[in-house]
């Protein structure tokens, strides 16, 4: 067990509505990274929050954007729902000052399926 | 643009026996970091092992090797005497400035 926390768990959404996501860093940690899995697929990378800042972005629509609070934990907005969005959803925690390749710790992901 | 690919999308094995998982990648980097991670059924995935792309010793944790290649940008994971709690899907990334970016996945099937 990691100490990254996701929350929900599970959470199914209408097309159109709007989500949040939310994930606990893991103590000592200051860098947040969520990606996006897809049934079958691996995980795409959506952005990077490092102290606060977003550090880093992926292909992904402004509609998803993006929080880090000052204890370091985060949260994933999701805007104007498509079915496409449907997919789990990775949290991982890790601490940049490191270094690059410095281990990366995540959470058990929030399944979200928009209807 | 970085890429990974891990072309066997299933491979099986019994129990006790090893094992090796593909993995090719493509980098423009000189230094980077290449990882496979381990996604159990609970689907965490959790580090199985990691290896600094300028070090040419092959990174091992205990059951588990990698064979990697640079020159022909390859990094597969060899699993030794295989268990049932092995059993999961297997990714290879390739760390790309503090970003992670993974192949399709393997999933291993261990079979009693």
């Known amino acids: 067990e990691t100490g990254v926390t996701q929350s929900p768990t599970h959470l199914i959404k209408t097309r159109g509505q709007q989500v949040t996501l939310r994930c606990s860093s893991q103590s000592g940690h200051n860098t947040v990274s969520w990606y996006q899995q897809a049934l079958g697929q691996g995980p795409q990378f959506i952005f990077q929050y490092y102290r606060e800042e977003e550090n880093g972005r992926g292909n992904f629509p402004p509609r998803f954007s993006g929080l880090q609070f000052p204890n370091y934990s985060s949260e994933l907005n999701v805007n104007a729902l498509e079915l496409d969005d449907s997919a789990l959803y990775l949290c991982?925690?890790?601490?940049?000052?490191?270094?690059?390749?410095?281990?990366?710790?995540f959470g058990q992901g929030t399944r979200l399926t928009v209807v | 643009a970085q890429t990974v690919t891990q072309s066997q999308p299933e491979m099986s094995v019994q129990e006790a026996e090893t094992v090796t998982l593909s993995c090719t990648y493509d980098?423009?980097?000189?230094?980077?970091?290449l990882f496979w991670y381990k996604q159990p059924p609970s689907r965490q995935m959790i580090l199985v092992i990691r290896?600094?792309?300028?070090k040419q010793q092959n990174a091992t944790e205990n059951r588990f090797s990698v064979n990697f290649q640079k020159a022909a940008k390859s990094f597969s994971l060899k699993i030794s005497d295989s268990q049932l709690g092995d059993a999961a899907m297997y990714f290879c990334a390739v760390d790309s400035n503090y970003q992670l970016i993974w192949g399709a996945g393997t999933k291993l099937i261990i079979k009693p």
């Open positions: 991982a925690s890790s601490d940049r000052d490191r270094g690059r390749g410095t281990e990366a710790f």
């Open positions: 980098t423009s980097e000189s230094d980077y970091y």
């Open positions: 290896q600094e792309a300028y």
